[in-house]
């Protein structure tokens, strides 16, 4: 039979020879022995002190009552444990993420399942309720009779979790092991809907888990984030873990973090990367942010105009760039000059022995980094660009500003 | 000509221009973080100046004249500390009231304070479109266009604007509030009278000025107020660091509320109670008796400033029930879903605004009644609010070192139970009143 958290609550307990043993003020789970099933029963009785039921003495359950196959004796005496989750107290009215939803609800109510195993029975949390029907169960029970309320939920629509897509969230990181919580699930979400499910939390929330994810995905996710929120969480972070997400992140996107925090904290930053990546983002800070030279991104993959197709493929094979940089690639004239940029679709067409230089995008643009970022756009629009090149006073390319930067920062003015 | 010496000149012309650069940049970045949190607290403020709350300042400077002045101080103070305590628990926990509340006691007790939080905020609403069309009337604009053209464009602001753009038009609203400031001077009062009374307290025991004193505090000091505010910072992202900016927000906005209930109350006793006429039931009448006794452009621009306020708290009120009552109780909330995502929280926002707008629509509407009402629900609501308030702001687990002190905790205290008493009061004397005041 299917059983409501909230109808449990409350519920008298009686021992093998029928005594009263108390009353189920709460219960939990042990994350570490089963991730589902309900492993201890809080039971209290007036001044009496309060016993634990283990879900092996357990012999049958109802909205009713619960019959123990042990006596009172049995039972041990309450003693709080961190490494238990308590299902009023952590799960009913708190947040959760839905994984599969991509999105931050709220608890109105647990789902539990019977399941017998021999001679007792075990309750195994199913899914949470995050809709009207326990909402109304919230309100009604022990006002109305069950049964009126189990008719009027059913008429409800139903709107609810399975427990395995449910990823809870606790800002204190011992409680969190001892609870085994782990944000895996997390991690497979699209950095952007992560970011959007980190927007609903709150900033302790935020924090616990970015500080939980691997490098990779924390810096995907900050690169999505709202650039208040992102400036609040890595000033929050331990610097060392702040330096190796930062070195994950493109360096235009890491200069963008970096100018918006105190002085002091981003020169501590600075330190603590290594130094080429360091050097890399220190350029990039001295550029107003307004201007193509505080969009563009340092990292981009540059051959030499004479080199044939094959030639430039089979460098990239070798070579570690990210595909969002080989999507167009730069060229560079026999004096390391700026000649024009070839589409990674066009060589992907042409014939093996073919020369870049033929193959180049016309016409050839390119802006010096103090250009605005009006200009920016007027040429990106213009040319219909996927990504355009920035220069020096010598003609020579130091950055390249791609299609979605200027998208982003088009939506955010 | 040795050209290095000028080249080493341009160098440091140009190393200085830079250092200049800097530090006009980093100027602009610390205004920039005071403007990025300033608003929340200062909108809030002025929108207790709504309908019901100009109509009680009304009556209190043309009953009273200036004896009443010296309330508002203590009400500035009042209004600070309660704010305050919102303020510092949304930016510290990053999470809204209702949240809070919902975390902390558990689904009745949300259940109950959202539930009256809904009624009370329709016959606030009803009170705001009321005083759309007594501000109109004054313009010789019929009720019936008034009224249904104030909600269609309330409507429009709230489902078209962005939040960022929404509260810039807010803001500018409240600098609207000045028009009462000029109608004040255009009503030439006595300065100096006015300023001893503001600052000598001036306590009388008989029982119409103590009626007007405690509905004084309880139109200014509103529950849903709380809500709304809390959630202003936590949606802004404001964090724990940028705290001391959100608190001069507050402060600003609790000093400027002051500041115009200030330039009302000493408009009308300049004016009304001079003259005789004290017996004023709603701001719209007030503004009509203002024109023949400081001038049109007086007249006019009190019922600007009343229909200012009354369209100001009608586009807030609404959207914040709706997203309070949903947060609250778990339903999606908020502009940026589709209806079919969030159909609780669109309907709840389409009651209020097409219910307010009706009840005051129907000919014989018993406006007088829903005031009341509103009164008695504030009355009700606002104990409960503040001791839940109270109870959250000095949990260690929740707030970390921003707990109250000690002091602060007494100051609290002492603000909510005269607060409570007051409101109390207010709403057994509005039971009492079933006879309404002389008609307009």
Redesign the interface.
Known sequence: MELFATELMGVKAYDAQGNYVGRVREFFIEPAEAPNRISHFLLSRGRFQPLVAKHNQIASVSDKKIQLNVGEKALEIYQPNESWLAVQKDL????IIDTRGRKV????DLDLAEQRSNGNVELRLTQVD?GLPG?VR??LQGVVPSKVVRKLQSRLPPSTIRWEFVNLIEPDPLRRVKLRITHEKLEDLHPADLADIM?D??????QSIIASLDEETAAAVLGEL?A??TT?IV?DLDPEKAADILEEMPPDAAADVLADLPKETSEELLEEMPGREANEVRELLEFDPAAAGGMMNTEFAFVSESATRDEVVDRMRKQDHSFDQLDTVVLLDDKAQFAGVVPMVRMLLAAPDERLSALKMEPVVSLPPEADEKEVFELFDKYNLRMLTVVDKQNRPIGTIAVDDVVSRLVKR | MDWSILKTGVESLQNRGAGLQKRLRSLRRRLVLLL?VIGPGLITSNVDNDAGGITVYTQAGAQYGYTLLWALIPMTIALYVTEEMCARMGV????GLS?LI??EF???PT?FVMITGFFVDLANVVAEFAGVAAAMQIFHVSKYVAVPLAAILVWILVIQGTYRQVEVIFLFACVLYSSYVFSAVLAKPDWLIAAKYTVIPNIRFDLGYLITLTGLVGTTIAPWQFFYLQAGFVEK?V???QYPQARADVMFGSVSCMVIVFFIIVCCAATLWVSGQRDISDAGQAAQSLIPLAGKWAGGLFAFGLLNASLFAASILPLSTAHVVCEG??FEAGLDHKFTEAPIFYWLYTVLIVVGAGVVLLPHAPLWKILIFSQVGNGIWLPVVVIFILLLVNRRDLMGEYVNTMTYNIVAWVTAIAMIVLTLILTYTAFLQQTPPPAA
């Open positions: 009913l009215d708190q947040q609800v709220r608890v109105n995050v909402a919230r309100l927007e939390l709150s900033a302790s929330e935020r709202d208040r929120l609040q000033e | 990025a510290v926990t990053g999470k949240d919902r975390e558990g689904f009745r259940f992202k964090g724990p660091r109780l778990g």
